[in-house]
């Protein structure tokens, strides 16, 4: 079911056109991690489209069945869970990475998850049932995608490790070293979501650990 203006899936569909010269093409992402034969490519790339999303508005919501997944051409996204009246910021992704409610899409079961978009965002998107069909199309696909599912365990494994790590500093300093494209852009209250602490920790954190880069870098000099 699409939901009203300015809801989820609702803007995929408003902005939804062909792919253009200058988009970030699948065949392109796909091919990085495997070679595909140029039938593959072009057949996965004839599936594909373009489509935008505002900043601040949604790409799914939760409840949605997600399906369509998209690589990332421009912007920043962030995945959302309620529990209550809060929101728990889960992960973020970006510019040549794929986005989607993950098990939304592959199960086409409603999703648990909201997507939102954090800056204006230009994607590619495929769906699911086209994806399908170029798996058994074109057999190369499936190792590529193989490949790519092991990078995206790989990142869970990495959420799941912060979340177990027990002081605010150390979490804050592990999504430095594994984040660091997204620290100057993203909303310090989407961060703390994320590392389980108050804006107020992770305002002094912030604070603490410039004011020791800058003595550091004091002493060098």
């Known amino acids: 079911m699409i939901l009203p203006v300015a809801e989820g899936l ?6 939804r056109s062909k792919l253009k010269e200058g988009n970030l093409l699948p065949s392109q992402f796909l091919s990085s991690f495997h070679p595909l034969s140029s039938k593959a490519a072009k057949f996965l790339d004839s599936k ?3 489509c935008t999303i505002p900043k601040g508005r949604y790409l799914l919501r939760e409840g949605q069945v997600c399906p369509y997944i998209f690589l990332v051409h421009k912007g920043l996204f962030r995945g959302v869970i ?3 009246k809060n929101e728990i910021t889960t992960w973020f992704t970006g ?5 989607s409610s993950i098990s939304s899409f592959f199960n086409q079961t409603p999703s648990f998850e909201t997507v939102q978009a954090l800056e204006d965002a230009e994607l590619t998107g495929i769906s699911h049932e086209d994806l399908q069909i170029a798996y058994q199309k074109h057999p190369e696909l499936n190792i590529a995608a193989r490949l790519i599912l ?8 990495q959420r799941a490790y912060l979340s177990r790590l027990s002081k605010a500093s150390s979490r804050y ?13 993203l ?21 603490s650990m410039n004011r020791a880069y800058k003595e550091f870098s004091e002493e060098k000099i």
């Open 187 to 207: 909303p310090l209250k989407y961060i703390a979501s994320h590392l389980g602490m108050k804006l107020e920790t992770l305002s002094r954190l912030r604070g």
């Open 173 to 185: 300093e592990y999504f430095v070293s594994t984040k660091p494209q997204f620290i100057n852009r």
């Open 10 to 15: 609702y803007i995929v569909e408003k902005t």
């Open 48 to 50: 594909s489209f373009y």
């Open 150 to 157: 092991q990078v995206i365990y790989q990142q869970a494994e």
């Open 82 to 84: 309620s529990e209550g």
């Open 95 to 99: 510019e040549n990475d794929l986005v």
